[in-house]
């Protein structure tokens, strides 16, 4: 998830885990709504209040971070705590509470700013806090506070080590060195919770009673932790928080000045409007600060004066996966590398792009988006553009591969060896007119190579539960199981009903810490749900990288990654995503980058 | 004496129905699967992390172990005594959510039932005396329009004519300015479009009714007979028609409303963006908020509940020729 | 079709030459189409004629009670009081309804709205022309039940309709009725929906209201011994139009008009059916040509003395019977039939030898007709 993300979790796709680097978009209070012309329903009367009002499709379902940690209650809990650090888009670290720092990228040492004070007289925010709550919530056996993501902080089955070594120090100390690992989601924008509050709960294991402690759920503690402070929460419809006077960064000498004056508006609200078209008119009757916009109505919005519309590059990417386990019905073809990339030559990824997406989106041909620093041109090969995507080419080569699998060419079509044509089912998820459009897509591109294609569209949930969850079917247990997406061997272990090709799962390529995408690269990989086997080590590739702190080395092995998947496809990398946010003109301070909302704080109006 | 007596059966075979409903309900709640659950273990899984365990987890949180009718028991019996629940997806007390969001539906859906209501009769009153004039096929238009366009969209165009373009109205539904101040000007400005919408749809089947209903006495013998002693055409309408008309017309009413109410109030609230209760029970069953869910099937049960006896009562009230002692 | 020309005497009520017509999907259809007669103080005055013959609309007529539309007072004059109600405006005849002229319904139930009391509904007939407190209307009221043979008044006035029986309810609308004290009482069948034991109860209610408050009685109906039994004059009502008009003696002693001596003799037994039915209505009274297309007389398809001048022109004018110089003066309570053999190129005997043989029948009828059912 990036900043400031509002797809949340309202879309039909988004698989990865969220990563809290909005938190500060959010945090960054950027401009006002009044100005220009347009007229703020926040904050009656005075012309000098400045208000931020993002309007976002979805609410919130609570502040409880520690039970919750998606996007849309992070980026409310965000302008009241800043987090630990932020992340520059230049992937340096920008120390916010507090600073981390490693020598060989094994040890990492964590230090508090002083002056950081709890509300609710909690008093300092100490180590102490920080240790209990990572000890004895996120690593806690039973996992009573029901954390989502308890396994990031552990390696290997065990939790990671963590020590207090002083008043506002503690130490992290991974058993293998991880030069990524403050790039992970993990420390990186995490909150915190006074160790006088958990340990209410603790011991009795009372998640329901932390869920609904008052003060948890008015985030009393945020002392000055934050640009804002919370106001009011109204369920559904808005959350309120007003310029916090008593912000610690105000005190701060190590940070730009633009941060120290910080926040530049009086109060930032999320309003909750459900409803695409009355949310977007309230953008152009100024009602409305920023909102996302839909790739169908940007033309509309670019002419406007009062709005600025501004495109963000995403890590996420559509492909067309294909079912290499054993219950679909051209399996044995899929697992031939040959096929996939023969099916690759087939379908035109840049009509994707310009014309289902209305060139909002960028083609991809690996598992890294091209602004990545890891992203080596050079490795890459490209295939469904120009000159690789050609039908002729696609039957080429699948008659020359078909060898081997039960299928050929009769005349012009695939059959099996019944005789009969080989028909595909293509799975894609519901709720999006694009999807559904490339689907349609892919399914007339392979009709035009001999391949028929029948369609289903299914809720998100049900593609899950019937087609991503699969296990073991021989006698007794299987000899390794990863998890319910990858329950044992691929000729085994198979989903509940077949599929042949599934759209509208969306990954995170993780650009930042591209290690994380190992588990859909290798054989036991937890989220391998297809069946892929890899070629290439990959295993062997992703331990260099992740270890190393020499960045030439890692930067290398990482190459051959995208490279080698590049050439193996284990599925068809069809597109990035970028998000389109519509924002009053007035507004300075977004930049079109990846991470863009990293110093949101620091955002304003014009002329303030 | 036969009217308590008819009540209290009445508001027994309430009792009796809400509690089926209430069960059918949380059965199949149990049984419907669970998209959120899905996507914590796939986060799970995508992270290195042991699915299970977070599923379990999840299970935990939102308290899904145990034997099907154990937590039903435990559930109503917290009912009665008041505790709703928690509702995890708004992170409060399932009471209180339904309390919260209550007077903002009550906002715009009392004044548009009363509108409709009065409307609906008065022009279908008006019609069946005037059968076959331009002012009736008007009011007929009136009313088919109003019904047969879809809510949604109305509502959406309304906003973008009278809200974005003549700047009018707000575009977007202040939920605090309504809690605060819900009967000044400003508040009322914004209830005027999604009172219209729902109004709309409303009045058609009302005026209808009442049209067909009331035509059935405008010819009848003794509306003749009172203009054969003299009263005016005024007193005719809204003594001697109205009354009889009102009859079957307070059988429809409340089913009929609640009806459009129930399904429509979604819609409105979802265009404009009030928090009301159709949004809370919508929002409820698509995160599979149990508690919740339970509590929103409650209120439109006791409102329906509530609504067909005052309508049998109002019934019975109306017509001399009803005895309610005997059944 | 007009009158010898009446000298507008002070009759009570002069209708002349009333015109009402129906605009139906079918066509226009002229219901009554030119009646006149007159009515005096004390006077009772049968509107007879089988159904379809247009006297419910006449009867309607006069206050203008028809709906409109689809009906339509054509042309003609409803002289009552010094007023031409025909033309008069709304406010004058919701004064002279209920007030001067009253109406009674052919069937009490539907006449009765059934959500409201009958003390209700009566206290509306007396308040809607006189300004009395409520305790005083109530007085009236239950003085009027009492008037009109309602046992235990007091506690009945609350009743509503539906309590009562149909007797009961026919005499309350009588009471109704005459709780605006009014000049003329219009009853439309008051009896043909009551049972025959009651029939003849209400209609001595009826004379013995009549002679105690001296009001005018128009009393329409189908049964010619009801005729017999109250009427002072007659009017015989034939599709639309006056067929024979006299008092009852000349009337029933010497029926000249055919129609009437067939009605006469439709007793139980004889040939001559004129048992209203709905077929026959429609087989009778052709409405795609309409009345305004009629040519000649309308009975001449059933009138066993139809000529070739009964088939031109239009209905024949109401001439004087042969009796009329002798039983009543000229004008409006003449004994007149519209029959071409009583005009002056024809010949009466034509109709009145033929049944010469039949007239102690008729005679004898006439003695006979208070017991007929």
């Not at chain 1, 294991?205 to 804002?228: F, H, I, K, M, S």
């Not at chain 1, 033309?299 to 219950?327: C, H, W």
């Not at chain 2, 969209?153 to 809690?179: H, K, N, S």
């Not at chain 3, 009801?226 to 002693?253: N, P, Q």
Request: negative net charge; charged residues 20%.
């Amino acid at each position: 998830m990036l900043p400031g993300d509002r797809s949340g979790d309202a879309g039909p796709s988004a698989l990865a885990s969220r990563s809290r680097r909005s938190f500060l978009h959010l945090l960054g209070l950027s401009g006002a709504t009044a100005v220009a012309g347009c007229s703020s329903s926040q904050g009656d009367g005075t012309s000098d209040e400045t208000h931020y009002v993002d309007g976002t499709s979805t609410g919130t379902q609570t502040l409880n971070f520690l039970s919750v940690n998606d996007t849309p209650s992070a980026n409310r809990i965000q302008l009241v705590l800043d987090g630990a650090y932020a992340i520059t888009p230049e992937q340096e670290i920008f120390p916010l509470w507090a600073d981390i720092s490693t020598d060989e990228g094994r040890v990492y040492t964590v230090e508090l700013r002083d002056g950081l004070e709890w509300g609710a007289d909690y008093g300092s925010m100490t180590a102490e806090d920080w240790v209990y709550m990572i000890t004895e919530v996120f690593q806690a056996d039973s996992n009573w506070a029901n954390y989502p993501t308890p396994g990031e902080w552990q390696r290997a089955g065990e939790p990671i080590p963590v020590e207090k070594t002083g008043r506002r120090t503690f130490e992290v100390r991974l058993p293998e060195p991880d030069p990524a690992f403050p790039l992970r989601p993990v420390l990186w924008g995490a909150f915190c919770m006074p160790k006088g509050l958990i340990e209410q709960y603790r011991p009795a294991e009372d998640q329901e009673g932390l869920a609904q402690d008052e003060a948890v759920q008015t985030l009393a503690y945020a002392g000055n932790l934050g640009p804002y402070t919370f106001e009011r929460w109204e369920r559904g419809s808005s959350f309120v928080a007003t310029r916090n006077e008593e912000y610690y960064l105000r005190e701060v000498d190590d940070v730009p000045d633009e941060w120290q004056n910080a926040p530049y508006f009086d109060s930032y609200t999320y309003r909750v409007v459900p409803e695409e078209s009355t949310r977007l008119s309230a953008l152009r009757s100024g009602e409305l600060t920023a909102t996302d916009l839909p790739a169908s109505r940007v033309e509309q919005f670019e002419g406007l004066d009062d709005v600025a519309v501004k495109v963000f590059p995403q890590a996420y990417m559509t492909s067309l996966i294909y079912n290499q386990r054993a219950n679909g019905s051209f399996y044995e073809a899929l697992r031939k590398p040959a096929v996939r990339r023969a099916l690759a030559h087939a379908v035109d990824k840049r009509q994707i792009v310009e014309d289902v997406r209305r060139g909002y989106a960028t083609v991809a041909h690996t598992f890294q988006p091209t602004f990545s620093k890891w992203y080596a041109d050079e490795a890459v090969r490209e295939l469904g553009v120009g000159e690789t995507y050609s039908h002729e080419r696609a039957r080429e080569l699948l008659r020359d591969n078909l060898d081997g699998t039960p299928y050929r060419y009769e005349g012009d079509r695939v059959v099996d060896d019944a005789d009969e044509p080989v028909t595909l089912d293509l799975v894609f998820a519901q709720g999006s007119q694009p999807i559904q459009t490339i689907a349609e897509l892919v399914a007339q591109e392979y009709d035009a190579v001999g391949i028929d294609v029948e369609l289903t569209g299914k809720q998100y949930g049900s593609i899950v539960e019937q087609h991503l969850y699969n296990s073991w079917q021989g006698d007794g247990d299987p000899p390794w199981d990863a998890g319910p997406y990858n329950g044992g061997p691929r000729d085994q272990s198979v989903s509940s009903r077949p599929w042949d090709l599934i759209l509208g799962i969306t990954f995170n390529t993780y650009p930042r810490t591209p290690t994380s995408i190992r588990g859909f690269s290798v054989r036991r990989g937890g989220t391998n749900f297809y069946g892929y086997h890899p070629e290439t080590d990959f295993a062997s590739l992703f331990e260099t990288a992740s270890s190393t702190v020499d960045e030439a080395e890692r930067r290398a092995a990482l190459a051959e990654v995208f490279g080698a998947l590049s050439v193996e496809q284990p599925f068809n990398f069809l597109h990035m995503g970028v998000e389109i946010v519509g924002y009053d003109s007035a507004i300075r301070g977004p930049e079109e980058t990846f991470g863009y909302s990293w110093d949101r704080n620091t955002w304003r109006l014009d002329g303030a | 004496m036969g009217l308590k007596w008819y009540t209290a059966r009445r508001v027994a075979w309430a009792g009796v129905a809400a509690f089926v409903i209430l069960t059918v309900t949380f059965v199949l709640l149990d049984y419907a699967p669970d998209p959120e659950l899905a996507r914590i273990q796939f986060r799970a899984a995508a992270t290195g992390a042991d699915a299970e365990t977070a599923a379990e987890a999840y299970a935990e949180r939102r308290g899904l172990t145990g034997p099907l009718w154990e937590r039903y028991l435990e559930y109503l019996g917290n009912l009665a005594t008041g505790d709703w629940g928690w509702s995890d997806t708004r992170s409060q007390p399932v009471l209180t959510a339904i309390l919260t969001a209550l007077p903002y539906s009550l906002m715009y859906t009392v004044p548009a039932v009363a509108l409709s209501t009065v409307l609906g009769i008065a022009i279908g009153l008006y019609s069946a005396f005037n059968q076959y004039t331009t002012t009736d096929y008007a009011a007929t238009f009136v009313a088919f329009f109003g019904v047969s366009i879809p809510n949604f969209w109305f509502g959406i165009v309304l906003l973008l004519l009278f809200a974005v373009q003549l700047g009018w109205v707000p575009v977007l539904f202040d939920a605090e300015l309504a809690r605060t101040r819900p009967l000044s000007l400003a508040n009322a400005r914004q209830l005027v479009l999604p009172v219209f919408v729902l109004g709309t749809s409303a009045i058609a089947s009302t005026m209808r009714y009442a049209r067909a209903e009331a035509l059935e006495y405008v010819r009848a013998a003794f509306v003749k007979a009172a203009r054969a002693k003299g009263a005016s055409e005024w007193r005719i309408l809204t003594r001697h028609v109205l009354r009889p008309t009102l009859v079957p017309l307070s059988t429809i009413l409340v089913g009929d409303l609640l009806g459009i109410i129930l399904s429509a109030s979604y819609l409105v609230e979802v265009v404009f963006g009030i928090p009301g209760l159709g949004r809370l029970s919508l929002e409820a069953i698509r995160r599979q908020d149990t508690a919740l869910v339970l509590g929103t099937t409650l209120v439109p049960v006791l409102v329906a509940v509530l609504g067909n006896l005052l309508q049998d009562l109002a019934y019975a009230l109306l017509d001399p020729r009803i005895d309610y002692g005997d059944r | 079709m007009t009158d010898p020309p009446a000298a507008p005497r002070d009759s009570l009520l002069h209708v002349e030459d009333l015109r009402t017509r129906f605009h139906t999907d079918a066509g226009t259809v002229t219901a009554v189409d030119g009646i006149s007669f007159d009515l005096d103080d004390g006077e009772t005055v049968c509107l007879v004629g089988e159904s379809g013959s247009g006297k419910t609309v006449a009867a309607e007529s006069l206050t203008r009670l028809i709906d409109d539309p689809p009906g339509e007072i054509v042309s003609g004059t409803v002289r009552f009081d010094g007023r031409d109600l025909a033309t008069a405006s709304e406010a004058e005849l919701r004064a002279v309804r209920g007030d001067r002229i009253a109406h009674v319904f052919q069937n009490p139930q539907r006449a009765l709205n059934p959500v409201y009391s009958v003390g209700w509904q009566l206290l509306e007939a007396i308040q809607l022309h006189d300004d009395v407190s409520k305790a005083d209307a109530r007085a009236r009221a239950i003085d009027l039940l009492d008037r009109v043979g309602i046992p235990d008044p007091a506690t009945r006035i609350d009743d509503y309709p539906h309590e009562l029986s149909g007797g009961m309810q026919q005499r309350v609308a009588i009471a109704m009725a005459l709780a605006g004290e009014p000049d003329l009482l219009v009853a439309d069948e008051p009896t043909t929906a009551l049972d025959v034991t009651i029939q003849s109860q209400v209609l001595r209610l009826l004379e013995s209201i009549q002679s105690a408050s001296g009001l005018g009685l128009l009393l329409v109906t189908h049964d010619l011994g009801v005729v017999a039994e109250v009427a002072d004059r007659v009017v015989v009502m034939y599709d639309g139009t006056v067929m024979e008009r006299g008092s009852v003696h000349d009337v029933f002693e010497r029926p000249s008009h055919p129609y009437t001596r067939a009605l006469l003799d439709a007793i139980p037994g004889r040939d001559v059916d004129l048992t209203p039915t709905a077929a026959r209505d429609v087989a009778d009274r052709d409405p795609s040509s309409a009345t305004d297309s009629t040519t000649g007389c309308r009975f001449r398809s059933r009138c066993p003395h139809a000529v070739d001048a009964c088939r031109e022109g239009d209905q024949p004018p109401l001439h004087p019977t042969p009796d009329a110089t002798t039983s009543a003066p000229d004008g409006a309570r003449a004994h007149v039939a519209a029959c071409v053999h009583f005009g002056p190129d024809g010949d009466p005997d034509v109709v009145v030898d033929s049944a010469k043989s039949a007239d102690s029948g008729a005679s004898a009828d006439e003695s006979a007709g208070g017991d007929r059912r």
